[in-house]
């Protein structure tokens, strides 16, 4: 494949190749929409499905929920709960995905009547999914429905439990399943593996499935005339909740998610669920949230409350019709979320020094006593960005257990290698996706993960990272990074996890100024040929490759720079600049 540019061998050691066609768009004729299309096929879109995917829609996108196995199962039992007045309650993760579908059938039944609980497990105490003390207790307080959210799918001794209390349980998830399944009244999750048309489906985050069943509740009570006398809740009304944890949980933004995002973004542009304006003016956003402001700004707040406070502050925010009551949440959580980052730095350092002294280990595993469960997850993801290789990192109590989490690299699956380290025995519990796992392991079995987690994605892992490269959508002159094009490029969003906000390289320039701010990021100011300028920032790169060329690059130096564009609204009238990820010589010496 030829290099975009000639670069073969970037700053940061890397080739520079199109993401699809590309498209060099250094013609003075150029016009920014030009590229909308080709983005969207560099995505993966078919040409003649173009228009569809500009403004992707629900009824564009939305399959029939009876697709999915034991859809209709799920949706008619929770129509009879409904139909009887019954005591239902949601069982939820303590995570962004787990509180907003607890949140969205929360606020779907109570709009049927309906006064449903929510159960969400303490993150230290309780650990990850349903216990069977937990649902036997939550039977015994009256509940004759428990409908477990983002959990449950690998819940095999907690749900036999709860049969033998007598009490029904539905299992609404999204991570991988074994080939036995935990005995369920309904288990509802496109990653069965016995899944049939729904398996298209596996990259729905927990609340994605949970729309898909409020939609598959609503029909059936239709089918039974339910509503001849009562107005119908408005599912649509409660995208907003399906959009941020889509986000939040990374799933990937293609098909359905586009949709669910794309229209959920305007749901919350209206404010409508106080709990999340209200968390909106706490994270000091003025204006309507974007997809990155989930991402950022929203989701770890929501998370937070899981992390390192109370486990059901984020669900208690999400359905609370009390305004003051909201805000204070909100305020807690923000508070959180900073305490949270403290904690993060603390472990990200010490995990880093461990994973220094590893060698060349396929996958990064990291174990630490007295590291914060709480901030694992965040930290295996710092590690992995940092290592260019999937990361595990392992919190260890005082009694030798860990609880890990993983975060991977595209093209290797993590979450099916730990099941596949569950059934050999090395661990406690363990389960996830393909870019995410979690697991609970006897600290004198971690180096044994790690050697079988070596010998099993090994292969996966080098073949990965010899893929290796920097895909470019479009070469620009400098002048062409400009709010019209953002703009433009908006159209094919919205960007995220599977569907990758657009990188352009613009160029050559020189460095004008050059500093480091904030915690390592460096800030440039560069120039081209056409005497247009652009304000660039290099995130935590001060101490790399890249960070050191930019500092050290006099102004006789001439570079191509990559990176995506956003718009800096902070000022009076809005900018373009370029958030970077390289950069190359443009005159090799």
Same mark, same amino acid.
């Given at each position: 494949m030829?290099?975009?540019?000639?670069?073969?061998?970037s700053?940061?050691?890397?080739?520079?190749r199109?993401r699809?066609a590309?498209s060099?768009?250094?013609? +003075?004729?150029f016009?920014?929409?030009d $590229?909308v299309a080709?983005?969207?096929?560099a995505?993966?879109?078919?040409?003649?499905?173009?228009?569809?995917?500009?403004e992707p829609?629900i009824r564009?996108?939305?399959?029939?929920?009876?697709?999915f196995r034991d859809m209709?199962?799920a949706?008619?039992?929770?129509?009879?709960a409904?139909?009887?007045? *019954?005591?239902?309650?949601?069982?939820g993760?303590?995570?962004?995905?787990g509180?907003?579908s607890?949140?969205l059938?929360?606020r779907?039944?109570? @709009?049927?009547?309906?006064?449903?609980?929510?159960?969400?497990?303490?993150r230290l105490?309780e650990?990850?999914?349903?216990s069977g003390e937990a649902?036997?207790?939550?039977?015994a307080?009256?509940?004759r429905?428990?409908?477990?959210?983002?959990?449950g799918?690998?819940?095999?001794?907690?749900?036999e439990?709860?049969?033998?209390a007598?009490?029904?349980?539905?299992v609404v998830?999204h991570?991988?399943?074994?080939?036995?399944?935990? +005995?369920?009244?309904?288990?509802?999750?496109?990653?069965?593996l @016995? *899944?049939g048309?729904?398996?298209a489906?596996?990259? $729905?985050?927990?609340?994605?499935?949970?729309?898909?069943?409020?939609?598959?509740?609503?029909?059936?009570?239709r089918a039974?005339?339910?509503?001849?006398d009562?107005?119908e809740?408005?599912?649509?009304?409660?995208?907003?909740?399906v959009?941020?944890?889509t986000?939040?949980?990374v799933?990937?933004?293609?098909?359905? #998610?586009?949709?669910?995002v794309a229209?959920g973004?305007?749901?919350?542009?209206n404010?409508?669920n106080?709990g999340?304006a209200?968390l909106?003016?706490a994270?000091? $956003?003025?204006? &309507?949230?974007?997809c990155?402001d989930?991402g950022f700004?929203l989701?770890p707040?929501i #998370?937070?409350?899981g992390?390192?406070g109370?486990s059901d502050?984020?669900?208690r925010?999400?359905?609370?019709e009390?305004a003051?009551?909201?805000?204070? !949440?909100?305020a807690?959580?923000d508070?959180? #979320?900073?305490?949270?980052?403290a904690?993060?730095?603390?472990?990200t350092? &010490?995990?880093e020094a461990?994973?220094?002294?590893?060698g060349?280990?396929?996958?990064a595993?990291v174990a630490g006593h007295?590291?914060?469960?709480g901030?694992?997850?965040?930290?295996?993801?710092?590690?992995?960005?940092?290592?260019?290789?999937?990361? !595990?990192?392992i919190?260890?109590?005082e009694d030798?257990?860990?609880k890990?989490s993983?975060?991977s690299?595209g093209g290797?699956?993590?979450?099916?290698a730990?099941?596949?380290a569950? @059934?050999?025995?090395?661990?406690v519990?363990?389960?996830?996706?393909a870019m995410a796992a979690?697991?609970t392991i006897?600290a004198?079995?971690?180096?044994a993960? &790690?050697?079988?987690l070596?010998?099993?994605l090994?292969?996966?892992?080098?073949k990965a990272?010899?893929d290796?490269?920097?895909?470019?959508d479009a070469?620009?002159?400098p002048?062409?990074? #400009?709010?019209?094009?953002?703009?433009?490029l908006d &159209?094919?969003?919205?960007?995220?996890a599977?569907?990758?906000?657009?990188?352009?390289?613009a160029?050559?320039v020189?460095i004008?100024?050059a500093?480091v701010?904030?915690q390592g990021h460096v800030?440039a100011?560069?120039?081209?040929?056409d005497?247009?300028?652009?304000?660039t920032?290099a995130?935590?790169?001060?101490d790399? +490759?890249?960070?050191?060329?930019?500092l050290?690059?006099g102004?006789?130096?001439?570079?191509w720079?990559?990176g995506r564009?956003?718009?800096?609204?902070?000022?009076?009238r809005p900018?373009a600049e370029l958030?970077? *990820?390289d950069?190359?010589?443009?005159d090799v010496?």
């Amino acid at each position: 494949m030829t290099a975009v540019l000639n670069i073969s061998h970037s700053i940061l050691g890397q080739p520079w190749r199109w993401r699809g066609a590309g498209s060099d768009a250094r013609d +003075p004729g150029f016009q920014p929409d030009d $590229l909308v299309a080709g983005l969207l096929m560099a995505r993966g879109v078919a040409r003649d499905e173009v228009e569809a995917h500009r403004e992707p829609t629900i009824r564009g996108f939305m399959p029939d929920p009876s697709i999915f196995r034991d859809m209709d199962r799920a949706a008619e039992r929770l129509a009879d709960a409904v139909a009887a007045g *019954e005591a239902v309650t949601i069982f939820g993760d303590y995570d962004v995905d787990g509180a907003t579908s607890a949140a969205l059938l929360i606020r779907l039944l109570r @709009d049927l009547s309906l006064d449903p609980q929510a159960y969400i497990p303490d993150r230290l105490m309780e650990g990850y999914g349903p216990s069977g003390e937990a649902l036997v207790r939550i039977a015994a307080g009256g509940a004759r429905l428990i409908v477990t959210v983002d959990c449950g799918a690998q819940a095999f001794e907690a749900l036999e439990m709860a049969k033998g209390a007598g009490v029904d349980v539905i299992v609404v998830d999204h991570h991988k399943c074994a080939a036995a399944l935990p +005995p369920a009244l309904a288990l509802v999750n496109p990653n069965r593996l @016995d *899944e049939g048309d729904g398996a298209a489906h596996g990259h $729905l985050a927990a609340v994605g499935v949970a729309f898909l069943l409020g939609a598959a509740l609503l029909r059936t009570l239709r089918a039974r005339g339910w509503f001849a006398d009562r107005a119908e809740p408005r599912l649509i009304e409660l995208l907003d909740l399906v959009a941020l944890g889509t986000v939040a949980d990374v799933a990937a933004l293609k098909g359905l #998610n586009r949709a669910f995002v794309a229209q959920g973004l305007k749901v919350m542009a209206n404010r409508r669920n106080v709990g999340l304006a209200a968390l909106t003016q706490a994270a000091r $956003l003025d204006r &309507a949230p974007t997809c990155t402001d989930l991402g950022f700004a929203l989701g770890p707040r929501i #998370n937070a409350g899981g992390r390192v406070g109370k486990s059901d502050l984020g669900v208690r925010l999400l359905t609370t019709e009390d305004a003051e009551e909201a805000r204070a !949440i909100a305020a807690e959580l923000d508070r959180l #979320n900073e305490e949270r980052r403290a904690i993060e730095m603390l472990v990200t350092e &010490a995990a880093e020094a461990a994973a220094t002294g590893q060698g060349n280990r396929a996958v990064a595993v990291v174990a630490g006593h007295g590291w914060h469960p709480g901030v694992i997850g965040i930290v295996a993801g710092r590690l992995k960005e940092r290592l260019g290789r999937p990361a !595990i990192v392992i919190a260890i109590d005082e009694d030798g257990t860990g609880k890990g989490s993983g975060r991977s690299i595209g093209g290797v699956d993590l979450g099916a290698a730990v099941l596949a380290a569950k @059934d050999m025995g090395l661990l406690v519990a363990g389960g996830g996706h393909a870019m995410a796992a979690g697991l609970t392991i006897a600290a004198d079995k971690v180096d044994a993960l &790690a050697a079988f987690l070596d010998a099993r994605l090994g292969e996966d892992i080098t073949k990965a990272r010899d893929d290796r490269a920097l895909l470019l959508d479009a070469v620009l002159s400098p002048g062409g990074v #400009n709010p019209a094009l953002i703009g433009a490029l908006d &159209a094919g969003g919205p960007y995220g996890a599977g569907w990758p906000a657009p990188r352009v390289a613009a160029g050559p320039v020189r460095i004008i100024k050059a500093d480091v701010v904030g915690q390592g990021h460096v800030r440039a100011i560069v120039a081209g040929d056409d005497g247009r300028s652009i304000k660039t920032i290099a995130f935590r790169q001060a101490d790399s +490759p890249l960070g050191q060329a930019l500092l050290s690059a006099g102004p006789d130096r001439r570079l191509w720079v990559a990176g995506r564009p956003k718009l800096d609204d902070w000022g009076s009238r809005p900018a373009a600049e370029l958030h970077l *990820e390289d950069a190359a010589w443009a005159d090799v010496r």
